[in-house]
C-alpha cells in the first residue's frame, strides 16, 4: 500500500500522486526495502564451482558457500575484493595465502584445495567448508573460558600454528576471529586456524614476491591488539612473534578480556612495548599459578625471552595441563565407562553423575604424578682409585640409581565394594566387644579382696559349731551354742585380707627375688 504524507489517505500500487492534494505518494514505513542481490551469487567459476551463498567479508575477500559441481560436494570459496583486482601487489599476497595454506598438511589448519582466476580476473581460493563459530562469537557470549577448556582449545591452536613454522611460514594475524570451532553432531570439537592472508614464506623466497613490496621493514601489518613488540614497530619478524599472539589469545580466553587496549591503534602498539601485562590472576583469581606462567612467559617484550616457536611453547603448555591434571585435546576424547564410574557416583534414578575434579585427579593420578621414586647412590667400585687419580681427576661423582614403583589402580565392582564394606563393619564391631571383654575380664581380676574376708570368717564360724551328732538331739538349743563361738571370734585378732590373684603373684615374685636361695 501506498500513502499520502500530507492527507494520509492510503491508495493501491497502481496510484502514484494523491488526487485530493497532488503529493506524491510514499510505501508504509514498516515495509522493508528489497535488499540488493550480490551479483556473484549464481556464478560460476571455472565451470566447477557455483556460489550459493554469502558467509562473510574479510580484509582481503569475500567468502562464499559454494557447491562442486562435478561432485556434488559444498566447499567454502574465498574471493578476492573487486577493488584489489587491479592492486598487483594484493593478488600476490593473495596467491601466498593460497600456496601456504596449501603447503600445511595438519589437522587443525584450513584445508585449501584449489586456487584459480577466472576468465573476468576474478581471483579466488577453494577451501573446505567449516560448520561452526569463530573464536571470537564464542568469546563474546562465554568469556572467560573454563582454564581446561581455554587450554584444550589453545593446544590444537599452537599445534596448526605449529606446522606452519616448521614448513617456514609465520602467519602475523593470529586472532580470535582467524579461529574457527567446528562443531560436529559425530566428533569432538576442533580448532581451525584461518586466513593466511599476510602469512610469510620464511623458509625460501617466492619468485614472483617482491619481499620489499609485501613486508617493508616500519610497516605495521597486523592487528593491533595481538601484535608483539617488535610487530608493532615494523622489526623483522620471527617465529616468536606468532607465539606472542598465542600468548595473547589465551589471556583473553582465561580472563575476558586482552591485556592491552587503548583508543586508537597507535595507544595499543606503545602498550605492547612498554607496558608490563597484569597477572591472569588479578583478573580471575581461579586461574591455576603454572598456567599464568606459561602466558606471562610467552608474552615477554624480548623474543629472545619467550619459547623461540609455537611447538616450544605448545610443550610447555602441554607438561603444565598435564601436571594439573587437566582434560586436554592431547588425551583420549572418549573415555571409558569404567573411568567415569572411577570419578562419579550413580544416583537412585541410574543416572551417573561425574565429578570433573575427581576425575582430572584420576588423570593425574595416571600420568604418574603419584610414582614413588626410590634413589640410592651406587656402591663403591671393587678397585677404588689412588689419591694421586684423585687429585688428577677431581673427586668422582656419586651415581645415582632410581627405581620407580608406579601406582596401580585395581578395579573393584559395585557389588564387591558392597560386601567390603559389610565385613569391614562386622570387624570393627567384633573387635569392640572383644575390647570391652578384656576390660570387664581386667577388672574382676584385678578386684581387692575386701568382700573375701567376711566369707572366711562366716565358714570359719560354721565349722566351728558342733556338729548335729555331738549335740545330744536337734533342738532349738543349738543356737546358744553358736554364741561362745562368735564371743571367741570376737577375741582373736582380724583375719589379714585376702589377696587377689594378681597380688599374690607379685608377692612370690617378690620374695623369690629377696631369697633366691
Do not use: W
Request: aromatic share 4%; glycine share 6%.
Amino acid at each position: 500500500m501506498l500513502h499520502c504524507p500530507q492527507c494520509g489517505r492510503q491508495y493501491a500500487h497502481g496510484e502514484q500522486v494523491c488526487p485530493v492534494d497532488q503529493s506524491p505518494l510514499q510505501a508504509d514505513s514498516t515495509v522493508a526495502a528489497a535488499v540488493p542481490v550480490d551479483p556473484m551469487i549464481g556464478r560460476t567459476f571455472d565451470e566447477k564451482y557455483r556460489l550459493d551463498e554469502k558467509l562473510g567479508v574479510g580484509g582481503m575477500g569475500t567468502v562464499y558457500r559454494a557447491t562442486h559441481l562435478l561432485i556434488d560436494r559444498p566447499v567454502a570459496i574465498k574471493v578476492l575484493n573487486s577493488r584489489f583486482v587491479e592492486d598487483e601487489a594484493a593478488q600476490i599476497r593473495f596467491r601466498r595465502e593460497a600456496r601456504a595454506a596449501g603447503r600445511l598438511r595438519h589437522a587443525n589448519a584450513v584445508t585449501v584445495t584449489d586456487f584459480g582466476t577466472t576468465n573476468d580476473g576474478f581471483v579466488y581460493i577453494v577451501m573446505e567448508l567449516l560448520e561452526g563459530r569463530t573464536l571470537r562469537e564464542v568469546l563474546a557470549r562465554e568469556a572467560p573460558l573454563d582454564t581446561a577448556r581455554a587450554v584444550s582449545v589453545m593446544l590444537q591452536i599452537s599445534a596448526a600454528v605449529g606446522a606452519a613454522h616448521h614448513a617456514g611460514i609465520i602467519h602475523r594475524d593470529l586472532k580470535p576471529a582467524n579461529i574457527f570451532i567446528v562443531q560436529r553432531s559425530d566428533t569432538p570439537a576442533a580448532v581451525k586456524v584461518l586466513d593466511f592472508g599476510i602469512a610469510k614464506l620464511a623458509a625460501e623466497a617466492l619468485e614472483d614476491d617482491d619481499p620489499m613490496t609485501l613486508t617493508q621493514v616500519g610497516v605495521m601489518i597486523g592487528t593491533p591488539r595481538y601484535m608483539s613488540p617488535e610487530q608493532c614497530d615494523g622489526a623483522q619478524l620471527k617465529p616468536a612473534s606468532d607465539v606472542y599472539s598465542l600468548g595473547i589469545i589465551l589471556y583473553e580466553m582465561l580472563t575476558g578480556m586482552t591485556p592491552f587496549t587503548g583508543s586508537t591503534p597507535l595507544a595499543v602498539a606503545m602498550k605492547h612495548s612498554t607496558s608490563p601485562p597484569l597477572p591472569p590472576t588479578e583478573i580471575v583469581a581461579t586461574i591455576p599459578r603454572p598456567i599464568e606462567q606459561v602466558v606471562l612467559h610467552a608474552l615477554e617484550k624480548n623474543p629472545a625471552d619467550r619459547p623461540g616457536n609455537a611447538d616450544e611453547f605448545r610443550s610447555e603448555l602441554y607438561a603444565t595441563a598435564e601436571r594439573l591434571g587437566l582434560e586436554h585435546s592431547g588425551i583420549p576424547s572418549v573415555l571409558s565407562l569404567e573411568t567415569l564410574r572411577s570419578a562419579g557416583t550413580e544416583s537412585p534414578s541410574g543416572r551417573l553423575v561425574v565429578d570433573l575434579e575427581r576425575l582430572r585427579q584420576n588423570r593425574a593420578t595416571s600420568n604418574g604424578m603419584n610414582d614413588i621414586t626410590v634413589m640410592r647412590a651406587a656402591e663403591a667400585s671393587a678397585h677404588p682409585p689412588t689419591p694421586e687419580k684423585l687429585a688428577d681427576d677431581g673427586p668422582s661423582p656419586i651415581v645415582v640409581k632410581s627405581y620407580e614403583f608406579p601406582r596401580v589402580n585395581v578395579p573393584v565392582s559395585r557389588e564387591a565394594l558392597t560386601k567390603f564394606s559389610s565385613r569391614k563393619q562386622a570387624t570393627v564391631i567384633g573387635a569392640a566387644l572383644a575390647v570391652l571383654l578384656l576390660i570387664g575380664l581386667a577388672l574382676v581380676l584385678s578386684r581387692p579382696g575386701d568382700s573375701a574376708a567376711p566369707l572366711n570368717a562366716a565358714s570359719e564360724a560354721v565349722n566351728a559349731t558342733p556338729s548335729p551328732e555331738a549335740s545330744p538331739s536337734p533342738s532349738p538349743t543349738a543356737t546358744p551354742t553358736r554364741t561362745p563361738a562368735r564371743e571367741t571370734k570376737r577375741n582373736e585378732p582380724p583375719p589379714k585380707k585376702k589377696q587377689s590373684k594378681i597380688g599374690s603373684a607379685f608377692g612370690k615374685v617378690k620374695r623369690i627375688f629377696k631369697n633366691p636361695f
